[in-house]
């Protein structure tokens, strides 16, 4: 994607703020567009009764609830995409983090079932398991990227390319 592309450009430059300012500038890019999305969203869910007359008041109701959610935990979701797809793996951060990602799946299944069947939520716990998945991730990614240090990410792509010269 072009978060990948543009910080992966200033890295290779040498380019350590010009990577930050990327990471950061596409970020906020990400959000804004998230935001418009999920009020999009939202307001299709004004859509549900026309479209699904035929379907019973409490199945559009749950579909209107479940769009609702989605639409509010949209800029989460985008903002995971963006860091955890994106600018970790430009930093070239751990392999560490695609495992976080499959540990908050396993959570989000067994919150999932535990919310759904063992709770009055219902259907609805299956949209709460998700935000709860969505959050924490979202605290994981943020986390991980506050920590990286773009001008040892510059240093080591150096040191590669350099040591990627000699053996060549």
């Given at each position: 994607?072009?978060?990948?592309?543009?910080?992966?450009?200033?890295?290779?430059?040498?380019?350590?703020?010009?990577?930050?300012?990327?990471?950061?500038?596409?970020?906020?890019?990400?959000?804004?567009?998230?935001?418009?999305?999920?009020?999009?969203?939202?307001?299709?869910?004004?859509?549900?009764?026309?479209?699904?007359?035929?379907?019973?008041?409490?199945?559009?109701?749950?579909?209107?609830?479940?769009?609702?959610?989605?639409?509010?935990?949209?800029?989460?979701?985008?903002?995971?995409?963006?860091?955890?797809?994106?600018?970790?793996?430009?930093?070239?951060?751990?392999?560490?983090?695609?495992?976080?990602?499959?540990?908050?799946?396993?959570?989000?299944?067994?919150?999932?079932?535990?919310?759904?069947?063992?709770?009055?939520?219902?259907?609805?716990?299956?949209?709460?398991?998700?935000?709860?998945?969505?959050?924490?991730?979202?605290?994981?990614?943020?986390?991980?990227?506050?920590?990286?240090?773009?001008?040892?990410?510059?240093?080591?792509?150096?040191?590669?390319?350099a040591w990627g010269t000699m053996?060549?």
């Amino acid at each position: 994607g072009a978060t990948t592309a543009l910080v992966g450009r200033s890295v290779g430059r040498g380019d350590a703020m010009g990577a930050a300012h990327w990471a950061r500038r596409l970020t906020h890019a990400g959000v804004y567009t998230a935001l418009a999305f999920g009020l999009l969203m939202g307001l299709s869910a004004l859509a549900i009764p026309v479209l699904f007359a035929n379907a019973g008041r409490e199945v559009q109701v749950l579909a209107v609830v479940g769009i609702l959610i989605n639409a509010v935990v949209q800029v989460v979701k985008v903002r995971n995409m963006i860091l955890g797809a994106r600018v970790m793996p430009a930093a070239a951060t751990s392999a560490g983090d695609h495992r976080r990602r499959h540990q908050c799946l396993r959570v989000r299944a067994a919150l999932a079932i535990a919310l759904a069947l063992f709770t009055p939520l219902g259907i609805i716990g299956l949209f709460v398991a998700r935000v709860v998945e969505q959050l924490v991730k979202l605290g994981i990614f943020t986390w991980r990227t506050r920590r990286i240090s773009w001008e040892s990410v510059v240093e080591r792509q150096a040191l590669s390319v350099a040591w990627g010269t000699m053996r060549g």
